[in-house]
């Protein structure tokens, strides 16, 4: 049973049992008014979360469950709804505000006792955690009217580790307008705003559930913790702790103790053997983000969302900052809108039925705002479609060569795919199975393939490949699989021959470690037009080799190749299959991905038995170094230690040597003579040597069960990609990886920062997709299509870019709909504003009817029957899509109040043909049963009804519908 479905049902027990839960919060929390410092109730320890998760609410006190479980942290948090989860102990990076994660926010939260609820579990209540003490001593109170100027605001917020911004503020910045001061700190669900006049604080502003709410003072808490430590136990001295009484600790001032015996509080009897629902240990595992295959839409929502203080991109306006969500009442109707900040502080409200035209910003990682009303985003605009244009046509022309180049369908062979079934050792993941059938129906069609699979370092994307190639073979062709280094290459070799045992006479191995009489054998195969498997770098494509029936070519890690031998694959993929495998797809192969032109699957499930691996940043010492490899050396293991400088790598040599004089080191690096390079990794593969110290040579092509510790050396040189790909080395089997990521620098740039802390939090499984994703942040959108639509990519935001290149596959623009009924998600129907948020672009970018059902299905089975509002929501958006295709350009409704005539409602209807309209609409009726009469003025329709009605709405869809 999975921890969603467990969440619903505790909800629904909670539900089931108000008025009796109420009545026992209502004791308990008397107590607690009264003072009472010891509270012992009466019911099973199963029903503490529940407390825990509901007490919060009724004290306005930060609530913590302290309990001995089986089950994880999260788990426990998510059945119950609690808010915060301490499962760990902070980091040096954490500590010093280096990085910032959900683990330090909830020890923020904490040491401010901010109302709410927090899970710890027992076993960490004597780890060391950083003194509430000292925190309140680093608190800056700021209060109204006070004396403070801009500057020296500023100085301070930079001695409490806060970085200034331009534009945008992240998790840990500030920004100055003018004389108002915007901060942002993870205690804050918006940024605050503190404004001055002269030399004085004039305002204090914050924003809650949306609204903005003037404040008489406001307390900014630090970003880095305090030096000195306390017991966590300790530090919970004025935080309400729930629990068994042996567990819990004696410092704090309220304690809530749980036992089945008569004590002070009792549960009432009709929950006395109320039985709550968990979770069985084989059915736990960790989450997953997707299965494939992925949609183009669902893609696109994965490179990018919408983030409060983030930059975003409306496509009329220009770039601005997303503030968030906001409720309104127009015209007499509640809507929900989306909020926009510009330059010179303006702001512009977008109703959420119009979210499509709304992007996040990916490019350059602080751009400039737009004016509101100026001409400067249209010029901007105008040339970025001219480039969105000549890049689709190219994408069109390529896609037309790839349909014109017909091929005869594969056969995929029953006999020899049962035979790579039963030699498979393992089992297919989920993600595996669907994967392989993406491949075999793209094989079994009469065009060519060109396929993109997304899955970790070891998730399997190998062996999916390895059935392809085998099959093509199987069908007489022969097949090319490039890779990027001869590392790499040596390693699928053997994994090739290895896996296709029956076929190893026919793969043959093209790189540095290859002699002239095995290439000259290989050379002679392929001449003789017999099938065969060639592994190889990209010389392998060169006209030396003499391919004669070249059909699949197998590209893995695409984004190491230079931009001539890209240029050079690109032209490849209209004549042949291609399928390419990669951990973290560059830009322009993604995007590729994303416009339609490449098929997509992502493998996100991870092996069987395969564990997270641990993930630490540390300031580089001989302790830290010491101390890890020690460990590793204890069980047996090898380390792999990576640097960014080869001339480096003999001195960092050297240290570890000094440090641990009895273990065996070797270096390795691409400039060594190709002999010297395999024998090291030799005699790294044989356990003759224990630490290879090297360059980023490693980062493809070594799969050593037994090396699974990595320290990478300088990390912030590195970029995250590539940091993600190494640490995807280690931890490929059941033993527990750990990656030491080590810096330098006393400070680091903000970017250098957030890319730590990205690999910090992505120490899941499954994460290459986001990895993608925070790299295109991080660093623009570069060579997101090609050196030529670069600078437009980053001047309107790569989601836009891709926007744009599929408004010129449609060649239509989108009807702009306005009507007076109210259309939005209640933030009593679905509470969390960013997953409203997530919800209207996901609803308002439905292209089809199909589609926007299947979204309101999904809405519907989590959160319920759908409100009236949402039903509204979805027949504006149906109804924008019947008017598009029948070429409506535009429908406005006005609320019409003459001063001696009832009021009524003015619909206009402006399209291209207004003739072909009205015949459509000429069923539309009153709400009396009288035909509507329709006044037609140019291209514009026009008719007075009394009133804007769910039931109108559905006789426009009906007559605009062409089916």
Known sequence: MSTQILSKICQQILTKYQPEWDEFLHDISTEIALGTPIISVSMPASLSPMLASTLPERTHRAVALIARTSATSEDVAAQWGIQHVVNDQL????????ITTTLSNTMHRLLCAVPGSYFIPYALLDVSAPSNTEYTALLLPLTLGQT??????????????????????????????????????????????????????????????????????????PLAFPKEKRLLREVLEHIIVIGEEKDLPETSSLIITTNTEPQTIALPE?????????????????????????????????????????????ADHGIGIFEGLEYRNLDGADQEYIVLRYADGDTLSVPVAFAHKVSPYI???????????????????????????????????????????????????????????TTFPYELTPDQVTTWDDIQLDMQKNIPMDRLVVGDVGFGKTELAMRAARHAAANGKQVALLAPTTLLVQQHADTFKARLSDFADSIFLISRFSSQKE????????????????????????????????????????????VGQKEHLKKMRSAIDVLSLSATPIPRTLSMALSGLRNLSVIATAPKGRKNIETKIQKVSDAIVQTTITAELERGGQIYVVASKIRSLAMIKETIQALIPHCRIAIAHAKLPDEQLGNIVHAFDTHEIDILVSSSIVENGLDLPNANTMIVWDAPHFGLAQLYQLRGRIGRRSRQGHALFLYSKQKLTDIQRQRLTALTESTRQGSGWDIARRDLELRGAGNLLGAQQSGSANAVGMYMYLDMIDEVEEQQDRADIHTLLPAFIPASYIADADERTAWYIRLSRSKTKTHLQEHLKKIEQEYGVLPIDVQNLSRMIMLEQYA????????????????????????????????????????????????????????????????????????????????
Do not use: C
Request: hydrophobic share 35%; charged share 25%; aromatic share 6%.
């Open 363 to 421: 490019g350059e990682s602080s751009p400039a705002l737009y004016r509101l009303g100026g001409t400067l985003w249209q010029k901007t605009k105008q040339k970025a479609q001219h480039d969105a244009i000549a890049f689709a046509k190219e994408l069109q022309a390529i896609n037309k060569k790839r349909e014109q180049a017909t091929r005869s369908p594969y056969r995929i062979d029953e006999a020899v795919e049962q035979k790579l079934i």
């Open 884 to 963: 598009t295709i029948a070429g409506v350009t535009s429908m406005q409704t006005k609320n019409i109040t003459p001063n001696d005539e009832d009021p009524y409602i003015r619909i206009l209807v402006h399209a291209k043909d207004p003739l072909a309209i009205l015949q459509k609409l000429s069923n539309i009726k009153n709400k009396n049963g009288t035909p509507a009469r329709w006044h037609i003025r140019e291209h514009t329709l026009s008719w007075d009804t009394a009133e804007m009605t769910p039931e109108l709405i559905d006789q426009f869809i009906a007559s605009l519908d062409e089916e």
């Open 91 to 98: 980091s040096e990076q954490e500590l010093d505000g280096t």
């Open 519 to 562: 290439i000259q054998k290989a050379k002679k195969f392929l001449s003789s037009g017999k099938p065969a498997i060639i592994i190889g770098t990209h010389a392998i494509l060169s006209h030396a080799i003499p391919w004669q029936n070249l059909s699949l070519l197998i590209i893995d890690e695409e984004q190491r190749f230079g």
């Open 148 to 221: 403070y100027s801009v500057s020296q605001l500023a100085k301070k917020l930079v001695a409490m580790e806060y970085v200034r911004h331009t534009h945008a503020i992240s998790d840990n910045g500030f920004v100055i307008l003018g004389d108002e001061v915007r901060i942002m700190h993870p205690l804050f669900e918006h940024p605050a705003s503190i404004s001055f006049f002269g030399n004085t604080i004039d305002k204090i502003t914050t924003k809650q559930n949306n609204r903005n709410k003037n404040e008489q003072a406001l307390t900014i808490p």
């Open 270 to 314: 009709r929950l006395q053997n109320m039985q709550m629902p968990t979770i069985p240990p084989a059915k736990r595992q960790s989450a997953r983000t997707y299965a494939s295959p992925v949609s183009q839409e669902r893609a696109l929502e994965l490179i990018g969302k919408l983030t409060p203080g983030k930059p975003a991109v409306h």
